[in-house]
């Protein structure tokens, strides 16, 4: 009781209005700051859904029509030109065999590096994240040569492995900073307990890092999703995702904005949902650090 009566008498310190007024500055200035970055980077993707909306004699108007009234004819041609559920199963299916075969290869070997007691583990961690930093040109005529030699050119199967190759060391670096930050002291328990090293894994320390793997599943995704130059090299026009669907609005006389405008949707609009409402993933993948 008499700590309590203490606490309460205590006297509120009161900063001086001159740091108060200087903070508030400083604030107003932070909120415009992000506002004007915020519109910088919005500026193209209002511009893109203008675009897909806008009637084709208000598309290069002068001055531009900022006000116009909304049509569907740019999606009904992309329904009409392009076999888009066909585009959206290929994007679906190259980025989530990709992220699934990365996860099966890179999660045991990020456990196996981080539970190493080889002095040189963090440095091969580290090898690992500069095989994603490896320009993708330069291995695409490898790539391209041996697709072609075992028949998979043209395939889904081509994309996601070579994706699979990059995304795979991605995932084995960061899962090697998210296991190695766990204490032992709990798989130690239950290898006690009677528990195999696999049981260890598998029970004890995979489902601790779980937000580790939602993480490194959402970037290996976005990689697999948004990738081009791969894509456009070793599909056809049956295998082709949406990336490289794109490419289509580009004729040799014009390149037809509205058509590009609209079938952008269905690229992006996906990714930024899956961006938007797991976001917290993305935050905690990118924060973790290799301790």
Request: with cysteine.
């Amino acid at each position: 009781m008499s700590s309590m009566t203490t606490t309460a008498a205590l006297p509120r310190v009161a900063l001086p209005a001159r740091r108060v007024t200087a903070l508030q500055r400083r604030i107003r200035i932070e909120r415009t700051a992000l506002v004007l970055i915020l519109l910088v980077y919005m500026i193209p993707v209002m511009w893109l859904v203008a675009t897909a909306y806008k009637p084709p004699k208000d598309m290069f108007s002068s001055p531009p029509a900022f006000l116009f009234e909304p049509t569907l004819l740019n999606f009904r041609r992309v329904f009409e030109v392009f076999d888009v559920w066909q585009l959206l199963k290929s994007s679906l299916v190259i980025s989530i065999g990709s992220a699934v075969l990365s996860l099966l290869l890179g999660v045991p070997a990020g456990y196996a590096l981080a539970r190493s007691r080889w002095r040189y583990a963090i440095g091969v961690a580290y090898l690992f994240l500069a095989v994603r930093t490896v320009p993708i040109i330069a291995t695409l005529l490898p790539f391209y040569l041996m697709m072609r030699d075992i028949g998979l050119l043209g395939t889904w199967w081509a994309v996601i492995l070579i994706n699979t190759t990059l995304n795979c060391a991605f995932v084995t670096w960061m899962m090697f900073s998210y296991f190695r930050s766990l204490p032992k002291d709990m798989e130690e328990a239950a290898l006690t307990d009677g528990c195999t090293l696999w049981g260890a894994f598998w029970r004890v320390a995979l489902p601790t890092v779980t937000p580790g793997i939602i993480a490194s599943a959402l970037f290996c995704v976005m990689f697999s999703w948004n990738d081009f130059l791969v894509a456009m090299f070793l599909t056809n026009s049956d295998s082709k995702p949406l990336s490289v669907a794109l490419l289509a609005a580009f004729g040799t006389k014009d390149i037809t904005w509205g058509t590009l405008g609209a079938l952008a949707h269905f690229s992006t609009v996906p990714i930024m949902l899956m961006a938007l409402f797991l976001n917290r993933y993305f935050v905690q993948g990118l924060t973790k650090g290799v301790h």
